[in-house]
């Protein structure tokens, strides 16, 4: 493979190519792996001894990736960095990850381009944060680079009225600001030096606001000389939430509701799209970014089997072309691509803007004074007079077309090669002659010669495919692009702090998650059961929540529930460490994030294939809350618990479709024996009874969702503000029900035990961790308002910095 370097810039666009002092030092690769069976290539950039071209201007740079395709040397732009400000020795925190289905040949010319940012508001390459891409692998066909960028991707929306032009100029305005807060936090998180540990009293600072809060394992191991040995595992941490921007208005739950209900019904100058349709434009995006150089390659590669004349490896070429172009063209199926196309017509210079006509009056012209100066809805948009509404579906059509004529052809090519192959076997003389009647009869039929260039009848096919195929490409990225252009022209400010709210809280739950995924991991290896249950079904993460729907402590479950619910963008991977690193990877979007987990050799070998082969393996999480404090006590009189309620009715669908999959999935012998050991379908039953009773305080709620989730080999979380003392009271309580129920614990010793756990166990050390002292810090009123089994013993409570 070779890497090449130049510093040619694009016509028509204001990048000045960065120059060099050192030509044989300008791009290094700092790191490039190889992941073994995997036909992968990672890498990262970095540059050096970079000059800036004005001596009192500071260099901004930025890398684009592109790949010239073997057989016919093609360039396709694959991606770009992020920008680098600055510096004279950049290194790009954006890798460059080819993934498992893009083929990497030895033919294969990768080519880097270095650009000095002259102007970043208008006329460079700056990601939009709701979608910055983290390049590394992925193996799914869905972990592409999926990625939208302002300018490229905006820029190249063309000329626009000066209406959109100028919303244009503003969301890159700000989404430079967000890019600039993004990479202060993480140069400040990068000073952060010793313990990563984030106690309970750093819980408000700005710094850390991206790390989880008093991240804990609790671990109860239990031997006994008449049961078998063992290990409980909770993991304890602070509620995800945005401490430092406060809840004053609120949290996630409730703000994102807010802005979609003002975004829905305020008129502003901007195009109303739903979530689900701007979720949809950015999957159609993601989609046209990974299959397009894919489908290219696939051709090239049907070109060579065509130029080898080989009949199988035609038909194996064909089959993935074929595969790729049918999903190619599944994916602008959806009328918002039309819709799309329609809206951005309309808002180009001169465009004329006019109502469609209502019912009543659909067959009378529309008239000039129906006119409408601006675009607010999305089913309000206006109809252009000059606008052919059919010419998407045509441009459209022509890629499944000449798919069909490529089929076609290499159908008649091979059928003609068998039968000439036929003839010639057939009609073997002495001294390989051939008869000819025969041979005057197949050629008189084929108008053919016995050979013929295959390559010279389907190169013109694979043509006309990527010109059809770069038509609907160019179309549709504009007016997918107009459509994410819409979600930042309302309310910026408002929407990319929301983003920013977002982000906080999921990175926080994140860490959680994959701290737990990676002890269940471990704890459970020699589990043939567990993992086959984590290949097959997946895992199912409960969390329990211990906060009141009470002034502050609402937007906390706001933020929680939210984040939570994010989670089930993540996906697991477990790969083989090549190395003593073995600290996990994330790679992805906000959309789809994949974990890599790395095991040592000896163990990956144990791995069920599945595993090894790079499958992805899904989480379930859940959230059932319960409030137990005084303030919940306030809330159950003269406040509000529908939040709570709503939250936990939610869940409980979300656990019994968990259920479901699993008891469709797993083998039927397992599933007969499960059902012996375990009455799940019991335990549910009261769960959702529980949740039904509307009961104050109703601690059964929490009981019997851990243990629902720990007979289906789940991972458990508890959660309260700090993790610290209402958390401590929970996973003590649990521990000695578990030795109780499970471990034959007479009940004259439960509460000596539970005592004991709080009052000399690992808790109060953690008190001790996160406030320098060991109390909790309950007061008297605090505890009036706790169920009874949540009361710490005597001498064990007092003031202290919660």
């Not at 070779?2 to 000045?16: A, D, P, R, V």
């Not at 008239?367 to 459209?396: A, C, F, G, M, N």
């Not at 502050?552 to 989670?567: H, K, P, Q, Y």
Request: negative net charge; contains cysteine; charged residues 25%.
């Amino acid at each position: 493979m070779e890497i090449k370097e130049e510093g040619t810039s694009e016509e028509g666009q204001h990048f000045l190519p960065a120059s060099h002092a050192n030509d044989s030092e300008d791009i290094q690769f700092t790191s490039i792996q190889k992941i073994p069976n995997e036909p992968q290539l990672e890498f990262i950039l970095a540059c050096k001894d970079l000059v800036a071209p004005v001596s009192d201007r500071k260099l901004n740079t930025v890398v684009q990736i592109s790949v010239i395709h073997p057989v016919e040397r093609t360039l396709t732009r694959y991606s770009s960095t992020e920008i680098v400000e600055g510096t004279k020795d950049p290194l790009f925190l954006t890798g460059v990850t080819f993934p498992s289905e893009y083929p990497i040949y030895e033919e294969t010319r990768i080519k880097l381009t270095v650009y000095d940012v002259k102007d970043k508001s208008h006329d460079t390459v700056v990601m939009l944060l709701r979608d910055t891409e983290k390049r590394a692998y992925q193996p799914s066909p869905s972990s592409t680079c999926d990625k939208v960028m302002v300018n490229q991707e905006i820029k190249e929306l063309g000329d626009l009225s000066p209406h959109w032009d100028n919303l244009r100029k503003n969301v890159l305005t700000h989404c430079d600001q967000m890019v600039t807060m993004y990479q202060d936090i993480l140069t400040e998180l990068t000073k952060e030096t010793g313990s990563s540990f984030k106690s309970s009293s750093s819980k408000g600072e700005k710094t850390l606001e991206f790390v989880p809060i008093n991240l804990h394992l609790q671990r109860m191991q239990v031997h006994s000389p008449h049961l078998k040995d063992a290990l409980y595992d909770v993991i304890t941490v602070g509620a995800p939430a945005a401490h430092f921007q406060g809840f004053k208005n609120g949290g996630l739950r409730k703000l994102l509701h807010r802005f979609e209900t003002e975004r829905r019904n305020t008129g502003y100058q901007f195009i109303y799209y739903s979530p689900e349709n701007t979720a949809k434009a950015k999957e159609v995006l993601s989609s046209i970014d990974q299959l397009q150089p894919l489908i290219a390659t696939h051709a090239d590669l049907l070109l060579t089997s065509a130029s080898q004349h080989s009949p199988d490896s035609l038909k194996s070429s064909l089959k993935l072309l074929s595969e790729k172009t049918e999903l190619f063209v599944h994916a602008f199926k959806d009328q918002l691509v039309r819709s799309a196309l329609l809206a951005l017509y309309t808002a180009r210079p001169g465009g004329i803007l006019k109502k469609p006509p209502s019912p009543k009056d659909s067959t009378e012209e529309t008239s000039p004074q129906k006119e409408t100066p601006q675009l607010r809805r999305q089913d309000s948009i206006p109809h252009h007079s000059d606008y052919d509404e059919e010419e998407w579906d045509r441009v459209w059509a022509n890629v499944g077309k000449s798919l069909n004529c490529i089929i076609a052809t290499v159908d008649k090519l091979i059928e003609r090669a068998s039968r000439n192959e036929e003839g010639a076997e057939g009609g073997g003389r002495k001294g390989g002659e051939t008869d000819p009647t025969l041979e005057d009869s197949t050629t008189s039929h084929t108008k053919v010669p016995v050979t013929e260039d295959w390559y010279e009848q389907l190169h013109p096919l694979i043509l006309t495919l990527k010109e059809c195929m770069g038509e609907v490409v160019s179309r549709a990225k504009q007016s997918l692009t107009f459509v994410l252009l819409q979600e930042l022209a309302y309310s910026l400010p408002q929407c990319l702090m929301l983003t920013l709210r977002r982000d906080i809280v999921f990175s926080q739950a994140l860490a959680g998650l994959v701290c737990g995924f990676i002890i269940k991991l471990h704890t459970s290896l020699h589990d043939p059961d567990f993992l086959q249950q984590l290949h097959t079904v997946g895992l199912i993460v409960q969390y329990e929540g211990l906060l009141s729907t009470y002034s502050d402590e609402i937007g906390m479950l706001e933020d929680m529930a939210v984040g939570i619910s994010d989670l089930r963008k993540v996906a697991f991977k477990i790969t083989e460490a090549t190395s003593n690193d073995v600290l996990p990877i994330l790679t992805g979007r906000r959309e789809h994030y994949v974990v890599e987990v790395k095991l040592p050799a000896t163990e990956f070998e144990s791995l069920p294939l599945q595993i090894k082969e790079g499958q992805l393996l899904h989480v379930f999480p859940v959230l059932f809350n319960v409030g137990i404090n005084e303030q919940q006590t306030l809330a159950d009189r003269f406040g509000d618990v529908s939040l709570q309620e709503s939250i936990n009715q939610e869940n409980f669908q979300l656990v019994q479709e968990y259920f479901s999959l699993f008891m469709e999935k797993m083998p039927p012998d397992y599933i007969s024996h499960f059902q012996e050991q375990n009455d799940l379908k019991g335990l549910l039953d009261k769960l959702h009874q529980n949740i039904q009773a509307k009961k104050r305080k109703n601690v059964e709620i929490m009981w019997l969702a851990a243990t629902i989730c720990r007979k289906l080999n789940g991972i458990r979380f508890t959660c309260c503000k700090s993790a610290k003392d209402r958390t401590s009271m929970s996973v003590t309580l649990e521990q000695c029900s578990i030795l109780r129920d499970e471990h034959q614990l007479h009940k004259d010793f439960f509460v000596r035990a539970l005592d004991c756990m709080r009052r000399e166990g690992c808790r109060i050390e953690n008190v001790l961790k996160n406030v320098k002292c060991r109390r909790y810090a309950f007061n008297m009123l605090q505890l009036m308002a706790f169920p009874k089994c949540y009361r710490p013993p005597e001498g064990t409570y007092g003031k202290a910095d919660t």
